[in-house]
């Protein structure tokens, strides 16, 4: 049974940071590529970070680039995204997201339809 268990979000006043964590099991999670989505109230879930299977790899949404940090701990099992400089545009439900093909084609990581497998998601919440 694979389990995507997202943690870390809470209440955070605009230019905090946050640190969300997603820990993995059932699948062989070395060999996945791992995302990080967001959605919120009202708006379509979107594109925020992703790092290929052997960490090797990175990409960011423009709106988080350069502020958010996408990293991989495989003996852990767990995919972190640290969130710097928050904005109360930032405030979502945040995804994990796992991709078994071990290879990137294109921008295909900014779409949903690439991942296999999702979490419950984290709630962030960016206070002004």
């Known amino acids: 049974q694979v389990q995507l268990v997202e943690s870390g979000g809470g209440l955070v006043q605009a230019g905090g940071s946050l640190r969300l964590s997603c820990v993995a099991s059932?699948?062989?999670?070395?060999?996945?590529?791992m995302a990080w989505f967001r959605q919120a109230p009202g708006k379509e879930r979107e594109f925020v970070a992703c790092i290929s299977w052997s960490g090797g790899r990175t990409d960011y949404a423009d709106s988080v680039k350069g502020r958010f940090i996408v990293s991989r701990d495989d003996a852990a099992n767990t995919v972190y995204v640290q969130m710097n400089s928050l904005k109360t545009e930032d405030t979502a439900v945040y995804y994990c997201a796992a991709d078994r093909r071990g290879y990137y084609s294109g921008r295909d990581y900014e779409h949903e339809e690439t991942y296999d497998y999702w979490g419950q998601g984290t709630q962030v919440t960016v206070s002004s």
């Open positions: 059932g699948i062989a999670f070395s060999s996945y590529n």
